[in-house]
């Protein structure tokens, strides 16, 4: 998540000067023919093209409300992640007791049982993060030059430590290589701590009803993930996204030849104005036409961007600039639940700093 006030006009020229290039060719050469070679021929009617553009500025539209929908939802869902991880914790401290305990613990016990449940939790949001960094078939960035570009120097966790290197110390031995073992590693941590929960109902050192609003929290934690996968496994429709990006090259290349006649018209009306014109009126009149390249370069990059912006909103865990910050927001989460049960502060990680304006 990119947390400056804005990205700078440098930014995002180099973020977009691959397609730039690209504009300045499919504008360059029907305004050669058009007046170097004088084939007055190419040129096409405005009015139909601009049709096409009005019609194309609310598919875009639709796109891009659809892919901040995806980022929103994520966003909110981390944002749950959030909450009913501290309600979790609070429960933790709150309900462990010898009141109904056929065994007494000591307060050093209770506290050894609270960070081992806060730390199963932390390892099911690694858990949950790993998995929301894979790959997948749909996702761009991963083979965008551009975005490769940006992100060359940002150090994402999930792309340089795996996952049973991110679970030591996290959950014994016994408990990490039953979660590797499995397909869905997040649901086996939230398996195992379902489990502790019920030997510490069993030994009644939580009470049936507190053992019942724990579980609804791990439901609530199960509910959270599902939607996250959600997103994550079902993408912006495939037919919707191609047609977007056929529709928008196609405006794209007819675009120079609906413009070089307007270009061409005005400098003709303005040479018409004078009876006797200067010469300088003259070479300005008749260059006028090739103001259709600045002028299609940079209308086609308008409805490019806005494309762009769409299409790396749409799948909001790939680990570039504009995602939901899943690793900064599960540090701070950990952090803020270890510290509520007591941790020694000197073993809690601290938050992990900004990249380049970025939160990963």
Not at 76 to 103: C, P, Q
Not at 125 to 131: D, E, G, Q, V, W
Request: charged share 25%.
């Amino acid at each position: 998540m990119y947390v400056k006030r804005n990205y700078s006009i440098k930014i995002m020229l180099m973020w977009t000067r691959r397609n730039i290039y690209k504009f300045l060719v499919i504008a360059t050469i029907p305004t050669v023919l058009y007046e170097i070679l004088d084939w007055k021929f190419i040129h096409l009617p405005w009015l139909p093209i601009a049709l096409v553009g009005s019609a194309l500025a609310f598919i875009v539209g639709f796109k891009n409300n659809a892919s901040y929908d995806r980022l929103w939802e994520a966003r909110k869902v981390w944002g749950g992640i959030v909450n009913t991880s501290r309600s979790f914790a609070m429960m933790t401290n709150a309900y462990l007791s010898n009141e109904h305990a056929k065994d007494e613990k000591t307060e050093e016990e209770f506290f050894a049982v609270r960070k081992e449940m806060i730390l199963r939790h932390v390892a099911w949001m690694t858990s949950l993060r790993h998995a929301l960094r894979v790959p997948k078939p749909w996702e761009r960035s991963s083979r965008n030059h551009s975005d490769l570009e940006y992100m060359k120097d940002v150090k994402i966790n999930e792309r340089i430590y795996t996952l049973e290197e991110e679970l030591e110390g996290y959950l014994s031995e016994s408990e990490k290589k039953y979660v590797l073992s499995q397909t869905n590693k997040q649901g086996a941590c939230l398996n195992l701590q379902s489990n502790q929960l019920k030997k510490l109902k069993e030994s009644g050192h939580i009470w049936e009803f507190s053992f019942l609003e724990m579980e609804n929290q791990l439901v609530e934690l199960f509910t959270l993930q599902g939607k996250l996968e959600r997103i994550k496994n079902f993408p912006y429709p495939r037919q919707f996204a191609t047609l977007n990006l056929f529709f928008i090259w196609i405006f794209i290349l007819l675009l120079p030849l609906g413009v070089i006649n307007v270009f061409d018209e005005i400098g003709t009306a303005i040479l018409n104005q004078y009876n006797e014109p200067a010469p300088y009126v003259r070479v300005i009149s008749e260059g006028f036409v090739w103001l259709s390249i600045p002028f299609s370069v940079i209308i086609s990059w308008i409805f490019h961007t806005m494309e762009r912006i769409g299409e790396v909103s749409e799948n909001p865990f790939e680990g570039i600039a504009n995602d939901v910050p899943i690793t900064t927001m599960a540090r701070g989460i950990e952090i803020d639940i270890r510290q509520m049960i007591g941790d020694d502060p000197a073993s809690i990680p601290a938050p992990i700093p900004e990249q380049k304006g970025m939160q990963m």
